[in-house]
């Protein structure tokens, strides 16, 4: 599966941003689907997971709260909603798509900014 990542942005610190990931082919709902973010000179650490069918979702502790993870299968959309956006939120997000136990297909990343 192809992932394409959008909705990046520059946002002041308290607003808030709709990342999507619009996924490629016919078998997207048979995926569970992650976001990570990577901030400037740090690993890339895992945000939000949403099982296949939508009715699971995981958060890291940073951003439980105010991000909330979706997805339209019929749209082959992942979302990732982030409200109360802080400036250490700032990194490029990426979505993944996990297939078994490894996330094996990821999108370009898209650079989110939040302004103090």
């Known amino acids: 599966v192809q992932l394409q990542a959008s909705g990046g942005g520059l946002v002041q610190a308290g607003g808030s941003l709709r990342l999507s990931c619009l996924a490629s082919g016919r078998t997207f709902s048979s995926y569970a689907m992650g976001w990570f973010r990577q901030a400037p000179g740090k690993e890339r650490k895992f945000v939000a997971s949403i099982s296949s069918s939508g009715g699971n979702t995981y958060y890291a502790d940073p951003v439980k709260g105010r991000f909330t993870i979706s997805r339209d299968n019929a749209e082959n959309t992942v979302y990732l909603q982030m409200n109360s956006l802080k400036p250490e939120d700032t990194a490029v997000y990426y979505c993944?798509?996990?297939?078994?136990?490894?996330?094996?297909?990821w999108g370009q990343g898209t650079l989110v900014t939040v302004s103090s």
């Open positions: 993944a798509a996990k297939a078994g136990t490894s996330y094996g297909s």
